[in-house]
């Protein structure tokens, strides 16, 4: 059913269509839709209305939903339709909250992009990353921005395995080093480095291991790189990269025995290479590493990292500028095919009706076909009909004889 077809203003009220399967709203002064009854609605597409809230609880097997240019759209409730395959909302300037998208775990398709207002990030968190295929995700640039990662990051993500294995860039450093040069990098001494850094950082690339000072060219299963603060009863170390949590905490009985115990200085960085799973109290703290052990080293060319660091980072921009590329045009193409299919099923569902149309006209027009042996009835009859005509004639005259003897004879 198409809403493009005809002038409509104000509320759409569809509870008539109580077998309505596919509906597509292009209609710009429609404000609200009411789809209550329409609990068989498969495929649902609003282009460019006026609605300001969108709940779906009947419509327990939806499978396709785009929304786009619904310009004061401010709340989705998605909670009920986890049987969603594809999911589009786009261009949807005043959108605030999406709800449900935790639930959601069929998705082939989704793109969630120019929605400036959106907020609930940590829920699409849950909904992008265990859900969906990251090859089709549309993510929004402040959500990119926020989590501070690239698409193929997140696609290539692999889990925590046996050997305390992350792959996870994020982190305040990052975003520094993206607005300073190369040249600049250079200049800085490590005063000027130890001066500026004020968290702890972690920094880790297991695919490309950056080459520094006296590091060992063994390979090593986890390598990451430290900044620390220090604490008296604990150290507390800031996330650049190689984990995905913001900060590790460990106990200073964790580093007992090693040469950098109690000389841990804030500015400096650190290579921690470690194998087995880091074991944490009920604080978070980590306490030890079961099945495995670590070492620990200050890297002293600190230049010479950042540098690296840098030079990775326009790697990776490079990268995530050619991943955006192509999953743009593959989103691209996937909207002009669910557009293109959706346009021929209308067209299709338009079809059968007017099918069913002519196909109960031929059968009425056949019901009511007047068969030979219904013709030869009828000419039976007719010529009954002339005969009792004429029998009646030749009474008629008869009488009319009669009752003109009987005048004459007056």
């Given amino acids: 059913m198409k809403s ?14 109580t077998n309505l399967e596919n509906l597509c709203i292009r209609q710009k002064e429609i404000s609200n839709i009411r789809l209550e009854n329409n609990a068989s609605l498969v495929e649902l597409v609003i282009s460019g209305s006026e609605i300001k809230e969108l709940s779906l609880n009947s419509q327990l097997n939806l499978k396709l939903l785009s929304i786009s240019d619904a310009n004061r759209l401010l709340f989705i409730d998605l909670s009920q339709n986890i049987n969603l395959t594809s999911f589009l909302v786009e261009y ?4 605030k909250k999406i709800d449900g998208l935790d639930k959601i775990t069929k998705l082939t398709f989704s793109s969630i992009k120019n929605n400036p207002k959106l907020m609930n990030i940590s829920d699409y968190e849950k909904f992008c990353i265990p859900n969906t295929p990251q090859s089709n995700i549309g993510l929004p640039k402040a959500w990119k921005d926020f989590f501070d990662c690239h698409l193929e990051e997140i696609n290539s993500r692999p889990k925590k395995d046996g050997r305390g294995c992350f792959s996870f860039g994020g982190g305040e450093s990052e975003d520094s080093s993206d607005e300073e040069t190369e040249s600049s990098l250079q200049e800085k001494n490590n005063d000027e480095i130890e001066n500026e850094s004020k968290n702890n950082y972690i920094y880790t690339n297991t695919n490309d291991m950056v080459q520094l000072g006296d590091e060992s060219d063994e390979e090593s299963d986890d390598v990451f790189f430290i900044f620390t603060n220090g604490s008296s009863y604990r150290e507390n170390f800031a996330v650049v990269s190689g984990c995905d949590e913001e900060f590790l905490l460990f106990n200073r009985d964790f580093f007992a025995g090693t040469e950098c115990k109690d000389s841990f200085q804030k500015g400096k960085i650190y290579k921690l290479c470690f194998s087995g799973e880091l074991k944490k109290d009920s604080n978070n703290v980590i306490k030890s590493v079961e099945g495995g052990g670590f070492e620990i ?12 660091t840098y030079k990775e980072k326009e790697k990776i921009l490079e990268r995530k500028n050619a991943v955006e590329k192509e999953l743009q045009e593959k989103s691209n193409t996937i909207q002009e095919i669910n557009k293109d299919r959706f346009e021929a099923k209308k067209e299709l569902a338009d079809l059968k009706i007017k099918f069913d ?8 027009l056949e019901s009511e076909r007047i068969t030979p042996e219904k013709y030869k009835e009828l000419l039976d009859i007719q010529k009954d009909l002339k005969t009792s005509l004429a029998a009646i004639k030749e009474e008629n005259k008869a009488l009319y004889n009669q009752l003109e003897k009987i005048e004459k004879q007056d």
């Fill in 357 to 364: 149309s002519l196909q109960f006209e031929k059968t009425r």
């Fill in 297 to 308: 080293n200050e890297i002293s060319e600190v230049i010479s990292f950042v540098r690296n």
């Fill in 4 to 17: 493009g077809e005809k002038e409509l203003k104000g509320e759409l009220n569809l509870d008539e269509f």
């Fill in 92 to 95: 949807c300037k005043e959108l």
